[in-house]
């Protein structure tokens, strides 16, 4: 397995489950992170690991929860959502220099995403 | 909030360069520009980014003003798997890329 891979591609799921998506990479980076995209909106950040630790959390709802467990893994568990929940969610990783400069800085790879469909 | 402004759509002829510009007027100083794009349903996928500099990869060059207030990623010769939705970026903060709404290229036989 190379770069980013997102399971399960595809979750329809109904509104008093509990599911997980789980993301993980193979490029040796540090940093992970959550997107979603919702029809016809541009990507929106949810939530930044870096080095395990969480640096970002953009005003999602409770009802996403990001795991970090290593910096190879990454969860974002769901529960009680609502249909406007169903989108595309995107994992992305990237090397996280010390500084703006250099090729690795904030070059995100991304997965292929997981299709969620909230009934 | 996104940071930079690009043409909603555009049409480019396989086998032509596809030029796609993009604005950035209130850019800092040490702020890089980059461009991703995104193939339907699929995540996004990096192609390039500059800071100052011309620069080219295999996938394409980027043009930078020298004001730096505007962009053209070039793609020398389209084909049409590069049909998707061009991303021009500035980073908002240390961890946020702000993705605005791109450019839909069509690349047409």
């Known amino acids: 397995e190379t770069g980013v891979t997102q399971t399960p591609r595809h979750l329809v799921m109904g509104m008093t489950n509990k599911k997980s998506l789980k993301c993980e990479q193979h490029?040796?980076?540090?940093?992970m992170y959550w997107y979603k995209q919702s029809a016809k909106k541009p990507l929106e950040l949810m939530f930044v690991?870096?080095?395990?630790?969480?640096?970002e959390n953009n005003s999602v709802p409770s009802r996403f929860s990001p795991e970090c467990p290593n910096s190879s893994h990454l969860f974002l568990h769901l529960h009680t959502l609502q249909p406007e929940d169903s989108a595309l969610y995107l994992c992305?990783?990237?090397?996280?220099?010390?500084?703006?400069?250099?090729?690795?800085?904030?070059?995100?790879?991304f997965g292929a995403g997981s299709r969620l469909t909230v009934l | 909030d996104a940071k930079t402004t690009q043409p909603p759509s555009m049409d480019c002829a396989e086998g032509r360069a596809a030029n796609l510009p993009c604005n950035h007027s209130?850019?800092?100083?040490?702020?890089?520009v980059y461009w991703y794009r995104q193939i339907h349903s699929q995540g996004p996928q990096y192609i390039i980014h500059?800071?100052?500099n011309n620069e080219t990869n295999e996938m394409a060059s980027l043009i930078i003003t020298e004001d730096r207030k505007s962009s053209t990623l070039i793609l020398p010769h389209a084909t049409l798997r590069d049909t998707a939705v061009y991303y021009c970026?500035?980073?908002?903060?240390?961890?946020?890329?702000?993705f605005g709404a791109g450019t839909t290229v069509t690349v047409r036989a």
């Open positions: 690991y870096s080095l395990e630790e969480r640096v």
């Open positions: 490029l040796g980076h540090n940093a």
């Open positions: 970026i500035v980073r908002v903060r240390r961890y946020k890329l702000s």
């Open positions: 209130t850019i800092s100083g040490n702020e890089y």
């Open positions: 500059g800071l100052k």
């Open positions: 992305a990783s990237s090397q996280d220099g010390r500084s703006d400069r250099g090729l690795g800085a904030n070059v995100l790879t």
